[in-house]
């Protein structure tokens, strides 16, 4: 394989692994204070929705992205409702969103643009472009490759992603706020004695789930892709539930996870670089499955024994 | 009956706290009624009383938990309001719950700055609490490594390190919810060395506990509850455990188990190299040799996590080992679907589990559904091919008349009754099948003075009437008085075995520890 084909797939695997690592930073803050949310893929797929047709409407990729976020924040807030202050099923509450926003988008996006549930194309501004860095197609042998065309060249939100890796370590590690989110999660009991209010901290890392949620749905329809089509999203909530149980709740390891999962998602776009390389005809179906096959390996605990913050999924409720 | 003031402290200082006229319901049940009680500073002030007494619905009251419907809280003499747990921590209030509030995978650093911050970056705060916790160590003997994962130490540790939370928190009043219930005796004479040390410091401590002998130890003062209504505020010094027991009863208790000596018969259970691994794989017990004769009872004594509910699991069919287990000469099965419960039920023996909620009775359930398991195959329970409910709510009157089950109503669920009552419906139905041998799990773990009495009686009675007892329980005091011998069990192994007459509490406090008993 020669360079120019590598840096092909590497240069969609990190376009393909932005939404996943978006997600699954989402679902990080989420889980980390002990609220399970599987309706990051329902969230995504309504901010794809929303940023698609505000972006189409008004012409403006920002007021889109805005509205991508508030459709997802809306729904983290449904969420934050049913699991934190009416200590409801979190896995219920996430397969409801789910399906609302499976529905709901398609149903709207019929109403209001007679295109059997799509937006139109977007073109021009209704569209994040790709950033040329200074210095990109700078002539130094490797180097320069490498520099204009996998690191250089990409849109705002992927730069964006990437640094909401380091960002959120700082954030978990390294400031009170995240201590207290990391202890919620583990034992909200123990927040509460400290005098701390643990439904607000909660609503405070599921709001943070909806702002990531959103950035990844508007980057699925107006950076990846151009326009909002039916389920979109196609699983890939899921696949950064799975990146998160991969990286143990942890943001650098998440980064790894998702570049896997973005590699395997990049290399089913191209059959003919597999072919090349295993010199077998491998079906482009099982290169297709492979991102979900690894999903369910990962999600059955081949990995190692992942453990989950050991207050996930359950209410706190005040003991006497 | 009214509350009686505490006018033991002839002092010009304002009492640290002062309490009056507290009361509160949950729904019909007055949990405190009309409580009153001074608490002078510097002292240690035991509160005493039987579950469900209302003793933690009143911490928690102190603890910004629950909002008192009526009364006043004054804390050094001034009127506080206390909405929540933050407004507790400001007043200088600070708890030692029963069950910890810790972060398990958090460093003891973490845990004690948690909620008390100084600004939003970690790194000033952590280094500040350096340094205090090595001040505040040295000071009161509380010796933990910061840097220390929770869930890598021991309880006794992990409860200092509930103390370090509160005294960084200023606090100057220690509230203590049953301390010692988790601690080797090591650990608690430990503690109360502590609570010493912060005594001379002038600080004040309040200490609920159950126990008598903790209370005549360490206190200053002590008031007692029942019924949710404080009935006595006595000097430690001008009172007796007998009295406590029966303020707190409302009628006169026995505190010693009386008992002949044991006329101990032929083997009934044999034990050798009994060995269990868990599903993760560790080794619960490695190698357990033991027997228990007819008429005479074996006490298991040993901090709760040691094996003893391995072993309880293992003779009574729950969980499958390797080894010999022989009841009356017979060997049981251990492996396979003929190692359950009603081959060992069939075999002659009868399980009183550790936990009753979870594994002796379906709470949800009557009473008299509870005591059909386990034996429902009884012939007397079956007509024809149905379940002969008559027969058996009949046969359950007739039991819980036998061990004094209030109500003795059959047809209410298991959940409705207290503790107390809710284990003699289990005693009743295990005993009542005639075993050889009886497996007993903390008999009196959750049940007021009154029924120890009469359960220890009723192993008393059973044992003199010729069975088999072994006998596991985390109270040494229950050990010491119940056994006939007593082997003390350390990390799934048994470190020897005493005669009680022979031995004292810190012989085997030190063999609970993991000490061979040359040390001792």
Redesign the interface.
């Known amino acids: 394989m020669d360079l120019e084909t590598l840096l092909q797939v590497l240069d969609s695997t990190i376009r393909l692994a932005t939404p996943l690592l978006l997600a699954c930073l989402a679902g990080l803050f989420s889980e980390r204070a002990g609220i399970f949310d599987i309706g990051l893929e329902g969230k995504m797929l309504a901010a794809a929705f929303f940023s698609g047709a505000v972006a189409y409407t008004t012409g403006t990729v920002w007021l889109g992205l805005l509205a991508g976020i508030a459709a997802s924040l809306t729904l983290s807030g449904i969420h934050g409702l049913a699991s934190i202050t009416f200590r409801g099923n979190q896995l219920i509450s996430g397969v409801a969103i789910n399906f609302l926003a499976s529905g709901m988008t398609v149903v709207i996006a019929e109403d209001w643009f007679r295109q059997g549930g799509r937006t139109p194309s977007l073109v021009g501004d209704a569209r994040f472009k790709p950033i040329e860095l200074p210095l990109s197609g700078i002539d130094i042998p490797l180097i320069g490759p490498i520099y204009t065309d996998l690191i250089s060249g990409h849109t705002i939100l992927v730069y964006l992603a990437l640094l909401l890796v380091p960002a959120s370590w700082w954030l978990l590690y390294r400031t009170r706020f995240g201590l207290r989110l990391r202890a919620v999660g583990e034992n909200p009991a123990a927040v509460d004695t400290a005098g701390i209010n643990v439904t607000g901290l909660r609503f405070a890392a599921v709001g943070i789930c909806g702002v990531l949620c959103g950035i990844a749905g508007a980057y699925l329809a107006t950076a990846l892709q151009a326009g909002f089509v039916k389920e979109m999203s196609a699983g890939r909530g899921f696949i950064a539930l799975a990146a998160l149980i991969f990286a143990k709740w942890r943001p650098w390891h998440a980064l790894v996870a998702c570049l896997l999962f973005g590699l395997l998602q990049a290399l089913s776009l191209r059959p003919d670089v597999v072919t090349a390389m295993t010199s077998f005809d491998v079906p482009v179906q099982l290169l297709d499955a492979l991102p979900y096959i690894l999903t369910v390996v990962i999600l059955a605990g081949f990995v190692g024994k992942a453990i989950p913050p050991r207050a996930g999924g359950e209410p706190y409720v005040k003991e006497q | 009956m009214t509350a009686v003031e505490n006018q033991g402290q002839p002092s010009s200082a304002a009492p640290a706290i002062e309490l009056k006229g507290i009361s509160k319901a949950f729904g019909p049940v007055q949990a405190n009624k009309d409580i009153s009680i001074r608490v002078m500073p510097g002292t240690v002030h035991g509160i005493i009383g039987e579950n469900g007494a209302g003793k933690?619905?009143l911490m928690?009251i102190l603890?910004g938990?629950?909002k008192a419907d009526a009364g006043e809280i004054f804390i050094n003499g001034n009127l506080t309001q206390i909405p929540?747990?933050?407004a507790?921590?400001s007043a200088g209030i600070g708890?030692v719950?029963q069950?910890f509030?810790?972060?398990?995978?958090?460093t003891v650093l973490?845990?004690v700055?948690?909620?008390?911050?100084d600004?939003?970056?970690?790194?000033t705060?952590l280094s500040k609490a350096r340094t205090e916790l090595e001040r505040l160590s040295e000071e009161y003997e509380l010796h933990v490594d910061p840097d220390e994962l929770i869930e890598e130490l021991s309880v006794g540790h992990q409860q200092r390190v509930e103390i370090l939370?509160a005294l960084y928190r200023k606090a100057e009043i220690l509230i203590l919810d049953e301390p010692t219930g988790v601690l080797t005796p090591a650990e608690a004479d430990h503690l109360f060395r502590i609570l010493d040390n912060l005594r001379a410091e002038g600080k004040t401590i309040i200490l609920i506990t159950h126990k008598l002998r903790e209370i005549m130890h360490i206190t200053d003062t002590v008031s007692v509850m029942r019924r949710g209504e404080m009935t006595a505020t006595v000097k430690t010094a001008e009172t007796s455990p007998e009295e406590l027991a029966e303020l707190m009863v409302g009628r006169k208790v026995l505190l010693r188990v009386d008992k002949a000596p044991a006329k101990p018969g032929k083997p009934i259970l044999e034990v050798s190299n009994l060995q269990v691994t868990d599903e993760d794989g560790v080794k619960r017990l490695k190698g357990i040799d033991l027997h228990v004769r007819a008429g005479e009872i074996l006490g298991i004594a040993g901090v709760s996590g040691n094996g003893q509910s391995a072993l309880l699991h293992v003779l009574g069919g729950v969980t499958q080992a390797t080894g010999e287990v022989k009841i009356n000469g017979t060997p049981l099965p251990l492996t396979g679907p003929k190692a359950n419960g009603r081959t060992r039920r069939e075999a002659g023996i009868s399980h009183v589990p550790e936990d009753r909620h979870r594994e002796g009775l379906i709470l949800e359930f009557s009473a008299w559904e509870n005591m059909a398991f386990g034996y429902h195959h009884d012939p007397a329970y079956q007509s024809g091919l149905l379940m002969n409910n008559k027969a058996i709510r009949e046969d359950t009157v007739k039991k819980m008349e036998l061990f004094d089950v209030r109500p003795p109503i059959p047809t209410i669920s298991a959940k409705s009754f207290s503790g107390g009552n809710q284990q003699k419906l289990v005693l009743a139905r295990e005993i009542e099948r005639d075993p050889d041998l009886l497996l007993v799990g903390q008999p009196t773990r959750g049940v007021d003075i009154g029924a120890i009495e009469f359960i220890h009686q009723q192993l008393i009675e059973l044992r003199d009437s010729g069975k088999a007892i072994l006998l596991v329980s985390v109270e040494l005091d229950e050990i010491m008085s119940l056994s006939d011998r007593i082997a003390v069990m350390f990390d799934g192994k048994i470190m020897g075995e005493r005669l009680p007459s022979e031995t004292n509490e810190t012989e085997l406090g030190l063999l609970m520890a993991g000490m061979s008993g040359e040390a001792a």
């Open positions: 933690s619905t928690s603890f938990f629950y929540d747990s933050q507790a921590i708890m719950f069950h509030k810790l972060v398990q995978n958090f973490e845990n700055i948690l909620g008390t911050e600004g939003a970056m970690l790194r705060s939370k």
